[in-house]
Each structure stands twice: as structure tokens, then as C-alpha cells.
């Protein structure tokens, strides 16, 4: 995937030589990793052991791998053979991003190590080291010049800082033989799930921050570089075999973890991703805004917590676990329908407040179906406890079993049956949107008006998309009943500190991407993962969730998974208005143009 080419410079932000800059990182950042094989601290009062020279624990690790990153994408700026695949986009951003990264990472354990043990006093001569060639690497990183022209005259020291950090866009690569691509895509799946595993094996709050700090400017960088883009393209090509490898990799989590709390924190995930990805069917395939979505995952749930055999179930019934599902798929379906048939013609913010006036009468209900204030359904506020485990064709899913010499226990078998349902919403998301409905919510989406002038029957679709979005919600509230031994009204809210709720499964698909098909599952990984990580800040969520939005409304709007469309729709493309030359006719290929959307 090597392609030789020639990127333009700009000035650097700092009066350095290009030369002297680049040396300067290199030194810096071999300074900075050498650091992390010395001791950080004195005590093993700070969590992570850093009291052990010689080999790195805990955010030394953090360090070590950040540094070692910068180091090759420095060298890979010299162009030296082998390297040049880490680079294919921007040659100097990514090494900024890295330093900066680097410097964040090790800044931050020092700064932890001595807020928690008293002192700055409490460091030993490693952090020092680390944090010294940190800073010199970052320094020296910011004299590098700029891989994007800017011409713009006049620019503030800020807007000169984030042009510095934008990238040309990589050309395309070389093609590969298909076991080769398919090897890439392998590899890439497998770093994704021992990087995920990592994060969320976290024993203590300052290795959860430091490895949030680290991901977050590495995987920038590589986007930077061009490494992602390269990879989306593989992806791209073999669609089918990504697919194949994210279920593989998905299956293998379990595998890896030893703590049910872990276990469950995955199987949480999964039914926070795939309401998400029910979600994204409404609003962002068929553009239609709904604040009141949670209500159908609590449809789903109560349904089948009613005829799971409960001891606190009014109706006293227990069905086999896939009439359950069917009658909570359905119970879902006939509320969105009902909900949905009345209320379509409505758009925008008038359709949103309907919805979200039906999320709030949902959880009033039930919680008034107490045997007082109405029928004695669902117990009110105490929910219907007791929800026994699932036994499906005797496999006791409550019960701990050895597979292949792994022990997994309950939540791991909960995991596993919800990443079944998970491919399921994924094959139906997938084959929906790109089916002739698919293309007709998106039409409708972009411009009601004129898809209803072409001759597309808006409401009867958008009827469609709000009963196959119920539908999917209902499929994961039966696993959740299940997952979480009861169900209560207080968890069908529209905002609160605790996912998934609707304003979370909307941000998840904003953030995520709408109209994706990962988008949604990557926001609502990030989004239930850092709550349940950082428990000290339990009561700032909703603040910080807020300023979480504002500032990726500003920076990344088209969100964090973004397909072609939101991209052209949010950003310039920087390329002139006039049509591409063709390539020869000794490839068999010509370029033309397309446009936006198209």
C-alpha cells in the first residue's frame, strides 16, 4: 500500500528548521520512551506498580506505545523503505498529533501521581525523563511545517495551530492481491478488539483517562496520515469479509474477559448499539426526528418481562423464549404503527414533540398500572422483578459453562445471544438501506417535497421506517428484560445519567454518524463505555454530555463514522470546480464526476 508522492508545506508555527525539528522530535521522543523503563513514583500507593525499573506498567505502557508511534511516523517522514505506508496523507500533522498526544499522556500521569500522593515530590527521576523529552518532542514537532497550503493572510495563532494539524488527502493505493487485503482487514479487526478489551479492562480511573487521551490522538493521527482512509477503502471493497471479521472479533470478546462486570458492561453495549442502530433507520435514513424512541424498547421489555413466568407478572404466564421475542417484536411493532399512523404527517419539530410526548406518556403509564390509579399490569413503580433466566433448548444462560476450555459466565452468555440480535438489526439495516425503500427515505429525507413530486408515497414509508425502527427496539428490550433481572419505568426516560435513554440513543447516532451502519454502534459504545468507566463524574454527566455535543457539532458535524454525503454536505472539498482528467486507456478505467449525493 505504498505510493510515493509529494505533499506541499507550509510555513511551521515556530521559526524551527525542518531539519532541526524533525531531529528534535526524534531525540524528544526517544527521551520520552526510555523514561517509561525507569520508575515514575516511589509507592505502590498510585495504581499500576510505577515503582519498577526496568519494565513499564500501567500509564507507562500508555506512554511507551504513544512514543513508539511518533517515533515511526517521524522516520517515516525521512522516507525510509517500509515506512512509507504510515504516511500516504499528511507526512508532518500526524507526528504533531502524536507528540501532543505523547505529551498528554505523560503529563497527565505525572500529574496524577502527584495529586494523588501529595506532591510533586512523590516523582521519581522516570517521570521527569518522560516528561522532559515529552515536551521537547512536542516543541520540536510544532517547527515541522504544515502539510496543507494556507494562503490565508492574517490568521491568529489558533486558526495557524489547527490548519497545521489538517492533512492532504491520501491518493489512492496500489492494488493489492486479495489475500493480502483481506489479511489487512483481519489484522485491523484484531488491533480494534485488543485495543477495546484494553479499555475496558481498566482497573482504576487514571489508566481509563490516560488510555482515552492516547486512542483519541492516535487514531487522529492515522486519520491524519491517511492510514484510516486507506482502510475504509479495503473495508469498502470487501464488505462481506469486514463484516465476517467484525462478527468474529465481536464473538471473541468474551473470551478474553474474566470479570463478569466487564462481561456485562459488552453485553450492555450491544443493546445500547442496536436500539441505536433501530434508531438510525428513523432518523437518519428517513430523516424523521424522534425524542420518544426508548419508549418502544420499553414496550419490548415489558412485553416480554409480562409472559417470562415472573412471580410478579399480573398476567402469570411463561413462554418459550422465542415466543417472547416475537411478542415483545410485536407489541413494539403495533405501538409504533399506532403511534406512527396519526401522528407522520406531521414534520420536524412538531413531529418531535409528539414523540417525545409519547416517550413521557409510555413511562407515566406504567408507572400508574399499579393496581390504583389503574389496572394492576405492571406493578407501577416497582417495575416486574424476577425475571428468570433464559433456557433456550437447555442451555441455562443463568449458569456458568466451559467452551473450549473458557469458562463464560452469565453475562457472557447474555453477550453472546444479544451480539445474535445485533447481526440480525445489522443484515436488516443493512439490506433496508440499500434496497429501493432505503433509497426512497433518503430521498424523502433530503427533500419531502420533491420526493412526493416524483411519485413516492411519503407517508406509507415513513410509516414503514417508524414501525421497522419500533420493531428493532422491542427485539433488544426482550433481551434486556432479561439481562437486567427487571424492568422499572425510571429506565425509559427521556434524559437521564443512565443509558440508554432518548436523548443518549439520539446523541449515539449523531455522534456515531447518521446513516451508517457502524456510526451508530461506535457512538453507543463510547457513549454507555465512558460513563460507566468514570463514576466519580456520575454527577456532571448530563453537562458534560452537553458540551461533548456542542463542541463535535463545531468541529465534526457529519460525525465521528461519516459516509460521503455528510461530508460534502458539511465540508469543502477543497478541490476546483472543473472535471478530473481521464486516466489512460491502459488501465481500462476513466474518472468522471459525480455529484453530491449522487
Known amino acids: 500500500m505504498t505510493t510515493n508522492h509529494t505533499t506541499p508545506t507550509t510555513a511551521p508555527l515556530l521559526p524551527i528548521p525542518a531539519n532541526t525539528a524533525r531531529i528534535g522530535t526524534l531525540a524528544g521522543t526517544a527521551v520520552a520512551l526510555a ?15 510505577l515503582t519498577v525499573t526496568g519494565y513499564p506498567g500501567g500509564l507507562q505502557v500508555l506512554t511507551l506505545i504513544s512514543a513508539a508511534l511518533t517515533l515511526l511516523m517521524t522516520l517515516s517522514g525521512y522516507g525510509i523503505r517500509g515506512l512509507g505506508w504510515l504516511t500516504p496523507g499528511g507526512t508532518n500533522s500526524p507526528v504533531r498529533l502524536l507528540a501532543l498526544g505523547t505529551l498528554g499522556t505523560t503529563g497527565y500521569a505525572a500529574g496524577a501521581i502527584s495529586y494523588d500522593l501529595g506532591g510533586a515530590v512523590n516523582l521519581e527521576p522516570g517521570a521527569y525523563v518522560s516528561t522532559a523529552g515529552a515536551l521537547i518532542a512536542a516543541i520540536a514537532a510544532l517547527g515541522l511545517p504544515g502539510d496543507h497550503p494556507h494562503t ?40 480494534g478488539l485488543y485495543a477495546f478489551t484494553y479499555g475496558i479492562d481498566t482497573d482504576y480511573t487514571e489508566l481509563f483517562i490516560g488510555f482515552l487521551i492516547t486512542t483519541g ?17 479495503l473495508t469498502a471493497k470487501h464488505r462481506n469479509i469486514t463484516l465476517a471479521a467484525a462478527l468474529v472479533a465481536a464473538v471473541c470478546f468474551p473470551f478474553t474477559q474474566q ?20 434508531l438510525n433507520v428513523v432518523v437518519g435514513l428517513a430523516g424523521l426526528l424522534d425524542l420518544g424512541y426508548v419508549a418502544f424498547l420499553g414496550v419490548g421489555a415489558y412485553a416480554a418481562a409480562l409472559v417470562s413466568g415472573s412471580t410478579m407478572s399480573a398476567i402469570g404466564v411463561q413462554f418459550p423464549f422465542w415466543a417472547a421475542v416475537l411478542t415483545g417484536a410485536a407489541a413494539s411493532l403495533v405501538f409504533g404503527v399506532l403511534i406512527g399512523a396519526p401522528t407522520l404527517r406531521l414534520r420536524g419539530d412538531y413531529l418531535a414533540i409528539v414523540t417525545l410526548g409519547f416517550g413521557e406518556i409510555f413511562r407515566l403509564t406504567v ?45 457472557a452468555n447474555y453477550y453472546l445471544l444479544m451480539l445474535v440480535f445485533t447481526a440480525v438489526v445489522v443484515l436488516v439495516f443493512r439490506r433496508s438501506g440499500e434496497s429501493r425503500i432505503g433509497r426512497a427515505w433518503v430521498a424523502i429525507r433530503e427533500d419531502e417535497t420533491a420526493a412526493t413530486a416524483m411519485g413516492i408515497n411519503a407517508f406509507r414509508l415513513k410509516l414503514i421506517a417508524f414501525a421497522l425502527g419500533a420493531t428493532l427496539a422491542g427485539l433488544a428490550g426482550t433481551v434486556q428484560a432479561h439481562v437486567n433481572y427487571t424492568v422499572t419505568p425510571e429506565q425509559y426516560q427521556f434524559a437521564g445519567s443512565v443509558p440508554p435513554n432518548s436523548a443518549f440513543l439520539l446523541a449515539a447516532v449523531i455522534l456515531g454518524g447518521m446513516g451508517t451502519l457502524s456510526g451508530p454502534l461506535v457512538g453507543a459504545a463510547l ?8 463514576q466519580f463524574m456520575q454527577d456532571y454527566q448530563l453537562f458534560l454530555f452537553g458540551v461533548a455535543l456542542i463542541l463535535l457539532m463545531r468541529l465534526r458535524p457529519e460525525g465521528l463514522v461519516a459516509d460521503r454525503r455528510k461530508q460534502l454536505e458539511f465540508h469543502e472539498t477543497d478541490q476546483p470546480d472543473e472535471p478530473e482528467p481521464r486516466q489512460s486507456q491502459e488501465t481500462g478505467t476513466g474518472t468522471g464526476i459525480a455529484k453530491a449525493g449522487a
Not at 492574517?154 to 489512492?172: I, M, Q
Open 35 to 49: 523514561g517509561t523503563f525507569l520508575a515514575w513514583t516511589w509507592t505502590k500507593e498510585f495504581p499500576g506498580d
Open 152 to 191: 490565508t493572510t492574517g490568521a491568529t495563532t489558533w486558526e495557524r495551530f489547527r490548519e497545521s494539524l489538517r492533512a492532504p488527502t491520501a491518493p489512492h493505493a496500489k492494488a493489492l492481491p486479495d489475500w493480502a487485503e483481506i489479511l489487512i482487514i483481519i489484522a485491523s479487526f484484531g488491533i
Open 217 to 233: 490522538f492516535a487514531f487522529t493521527a492515522l486519520h491524519r496520515a491517511g492510514v484510516i482512509s486507506r482502510l475504509t477503502a
Open 259 to 278: 470479570k463478569e462486570e466487564y462481561a456485562l458492561v459488552g453485553a450492555n453495549i450491544l443493546i445500547f448499539g442496536t436500539v441505536a442502530l433501530g
Open 367 to 411: 408507572n400508574n398500572l399499579n393496581g390504583n390509579s389503574g389496572p394492576d399490569l405492571t406493578n407501577g413503580s416497582q417495575g416486574i422483578p424476577s425475571i428468570p433466566d433464559l433456557d433456550f433448548f437447555g442451555f441455562d444462560f443463568g449458569t456458568r459453562h466451559d467452551i473450549l476450555g473458557f469458562t463464560l459466565g452469565r453475562s
Open 527 to 534: 457513549l454507555y463505555l465512558i460513563p460507566a468507566k468514570l
